[in-house]
């Protein structure tokens, strides 16, 4: 199938169709189904949503080869911000939750002494992945949202800022790598237990998650980084 | 069309008695030879020879990995021996040379090398760990650091780290938490053991 660049006079319906990861980002733009034929400009003026924000989040997510080069002056942080937080609140809130049950429900039908360790390991690993977004959420967003209203403002920051884009960018660690292995033990390792059906429901699961943190973490690094790199640039931070 | 031999090793007695010893066998029509492990790859793409002897010191990873595919072509791969190696580099060479081999079994190994049929090409990677690498597993799982497990298993902390890289590619599992979910399945270690 060949990549297809979206654009604004596409219907939803379509795009869905084509890749059913946009289900979750149309979600983290609060845009909710049962929208008959609406194209995506008409749910964008609808809801009042940037168009030109909206395509390019949603083509880097679906096309790891899209490379926003020309659209990258033009982002505006607070919405890029804005839709990267929501996505962070869906991971703690929504899959997280979700692949926790999951796995009580496997352990509790695979008698199996690892299946307790698999839970700790995740358990161990969910602690991981809400100090990476809380990091971001408390620290690295932060500062680029104030950044930004100093630019807004046609103001400068007054004194030396202890931070910037690239202390972020040097400790952007990979989140999705345990995932990788908690995949391959239940794909390759685990020995068989009547758990045929629980454990396809959670691999799927896994392989989801896993894709939508490898998409998430591509916006970060092609798009957010080099944007406020672009900010940090123009208010001389730098 | 005549065959070709290309002879890898470090010390130069050894090296150029392999090859006055060949040489009389009227077996190749071509002996190369290397006396460094800088240059194997390249020589072996532009000489292509049938067999390969080397000296398993002079093997490092990645080049173990490449002669590992190698030796599924064509080339049949020779070490030639005079210390003690682990029992699993040997699974890396189709025969052995030993320092005190005569003049006789020397020629009989080449000869069974050159009329060897060559296995079909496996794509199926070796996952089952070694007895080392399990030990080594075991004394990580239960949180002892490289340099514990290699006071342990009188091993250098270099050794220690080749062996972690070896499991983690064998069983594609990165993380220590992973590896003890995989060292409990398997029964290495128990979960008393934690």
Same mark, same amino acid.
């Given at each position: 199938?060949?990549?297809?660049i ?14 059913k ?28 949503i ?13 096309n ?22 929501e ?11 979700y692949?926790?049950l999951?796995?009580a ?11 307790a ?12 992945v ?8 408390e ?25 910037s ?29 009547n ?12 392989i ?7 998409n ?8 957010l980084?080099?944007v406020?790199?672009q ?8 | 069309m ?12 050894v090296?150029?008695?392999l ?8 077996l190749?029509?071509?002996i ?11 020589? =072996? !793409?532009r000489?292509?020879?049938?067999? +390969?002897? $080397? #000296?398993?010191? &002079? ?7 490449w ?17 003690l190696?682990?029992?699993e ?6 025969? =052995? !040379? ?5 003049? +006789?079994? $020397? #020629?009989?190994? &080449? ?12 794509h199926?990677?070796?996952e ?6 399990k ?7 239960k ?5 514990? !497990?290699s006071e ?17 590619r064998?069983l ?23």
């Amino acid at each position: 199938m060949a990549e297809l660049i979206i654009n604004g006079q596409m219907r939803l319906s379509q795009i869905i169709d084509r890749d059913k990861r946009a289900l979750v980002l149309f979600a983290r733009f609060g845009i909710d189904l049962g929208i008959g034929d609406k194209t995506v400009a008409g749910i964008c003026r609808q809801k009042g949503i940037d168009l030109q924000f909206f395509l390019l989040m949603v083509n880097t997510f679906l096309n790891p080869d899209y490379f926003p080069d020309k659209q990258l002056k033009s982002v505006d942080t607070d919405m890029l911000i804005g839709y990267l937080v929501e996505s962070h609140n869906y991971y703690l809130e929504e899959r997280i939750p979700y692949l926790q049950l999951l796995i009580a429900k496997f352990k509790k039908n695979v008698d199996h002494p690892a299946t307790a360790q698999l839970e700790k390991f995740f358990d161990q690993y969910i602690v991981e992945v809400k100090d990476h977004l809380a990091y971001e959420d408390e620290t690295a967003f932060p500062y680029i949202a104030m950044i930004s209203a100093y630019k807004k403002r046609a103001d400068m920051p007054a004194g030396q800022i202890d931070y910037s884009v690239g202390v972020f960018e040097e400790r952007h660690d990979n989140i999705q790598e345990k995932l990788s292995d908690l995949k391959n033990l239940l794909v390759k390792y685990f020995p068989p237990a009547n758990d045929r059906y629980i454990r396809i429901r959670l691999l799927n699961e896994l392989i989801d998650f896993e894709d939508d943190l490898i998409n998430h973490a591509r916006i970060e690094d092609k798009v957010l980084i080099p944007v406020v790199k672009q900010l940090e640039e123009q208010l001389k931070l730098i | 069309m005549g065959k070709t031999i290309l002879i890898v090793e470090q010390s130069e007695l050894v090296r150029k008695g392999l090859i006055k010893v060949i040489g009389s066998f009227n077996l190749f029509a071509g002996i190369h030879e290397l006396a460094c492990n800088a240059n194997i790859e390249s020589s =072996v !793409i532009r000489l292509e020879p049938d067999i +390969l002897v $080397i #000296n398993p010191m &002079l093997l490092e990873p990645g080049l173990t990995e490449w002669l590992r595919d190698k030796r599924n072509g064509r080339m049949k791969i020779a070490a030639i021996v005079y210390t003690l190696f682990d029992d699993e580099l040997y699974s890396l060479f189709d025969e =052995v !040379i030993q320092i005190g081999d005569t003049r +006789l079994k $020397i #020629n009989n190994k &080449l000869k069974y090398l050159i009329n060897k049929q060559v296995e079909p090409k496996k794509h199926v990677p070796d996952e089952t760990l070694s007895k080392r690498e399990k030990d080594v597993l075991k004394l990580l799982a239960k949180g002892l650091s490289n340099k514990e !497990i290699s006071e342990q298993l009188f091993i250098s902390p270099h050794t220690v780290i080749t062996h972690r890289k070896n499991i983690t590619r064998k069983l594609n599992i990165k993380s220590v938490a992973g590896l003890i979910v995989y060292a409990i399945i398997n029964e290495i270690i128990s979960v008393e053991d934690m």
